[in-house]
């Protein structure tokens, strides 16, 4: 059965320092990856979504890169601030499955002043 | 654009009646929307898609009877939690999908269930 591993539950780092939030998944190849950024009590916002036949995106601070040989995902944000404190979401996509996505259980982020 | 509403946000009800959520595309037709439940600290778990002027599709394990949806129109899907018990108190979220190249979604805010 498809299965998708988001790095440990939860990470703490230093203000400025980089994150970096891994997705792992297996019995899956998945069209696309996407990233969410979820605050507690309120719904899931998007990030960034990246292609299997892209290795690298970037948006503003964020950085994701797709290994579909690996099967993992990289999402990183560079010179945090704790602001970036939330629970990352990673979640594969194919139009095979119209459009469903198949979500990690998070990792929280929490970025110490 | 693609912003998802939800209504209401929060509600507390009595064991034994029935809640209704509604979920709005609000710049946008949304021939499919998701609706999930999210347990405190647990990823999100998806309940059933929602078909513009059809059935819904319901995961396995999820009552049909117990979680009504209907897609009335392009920018409206409802999720009804009939006869609540303590155990459906939940975070409920809806979503759309956007076909951009690729299906993207974008989620209301969720609605934050309380059977008591």
């Known amino acids: 059965s498809q299965k998708i591993e988001q790095n440990s539950e939860a990470l703490n780092i230093q203000e400025g320092k980089t994150a970096t939030l891994t997705c792992n998944y297996t019995?899956?190849?998945?069209?696309?990856l996407q990233w969410y950024r979820q605050d507690p009590g309120r719904g899931p916002v998007f990030l960034l979504l990246?292609?299997?036949?892209?290795k690298e995106k970037r948006k503003e601070r964020l950085k994701v890169t797709f290994d579909t040989t690996l099967k993992q995902s990289l999402f990183h944000i560079t010179a945090s601030q704790p602001a970036d404190s939330a629970t990352y979401l990673c979640?594969?996509?194919?139009?095979?499955?119209?459009?469903?996505?198949?979500f990690g259980d998070g990792t929280t982020l929490t970025v110490k002043p | 654009g693609a912003v998802v509403s939800q209504h209401p946000s929060w509600v507390i009800c009595k064991s034994g009646t029935s809640v209704k959520i509604e979920c709005r595309s609000l710049?946008?037709?949304?021939?499919?929307m998701f609706w999930y439940r999210q347990f405190p600290k647990q990823s999100l778990m998806l309940m059933a898609t929602?078909?513009?002027?059809?059935?819904?599709?319901?995961e396995q394990g999820v009552e049909k009877d117990k979680f009504l949806i209907n897609h009335a129109s392009l920018t409206l899907s409802t999720l009804t939690v009939t006869s609540a018990h303590p155990e459906d108190s939940s975070f409920y979220i809806c979503?759309?999908?956007?076909?951009?190249?690729?299906?993207?979604?974008?989620f209301g805010p969720g609605t934050r269930l309380t059977v008591t």
């Open positions: 990246i292609r299997e036949n892209e």
């Open positions: 979640a594969l996509g194919g139009d095979t499955n119209a459009g469903k996505s198949t």
């Open positions: 929602s078909n513009e002027g059809s059935k819904a599709t319901y």
């Open positions: 710049d946008f037709q949304a021939t499919t």
């Open positions: 979503s759309a999908r956007v076909r951009t190249g690729f299906w993207e979604q974008y």
């Open positions: 019995n899956y190849s998945p069209a696309y």
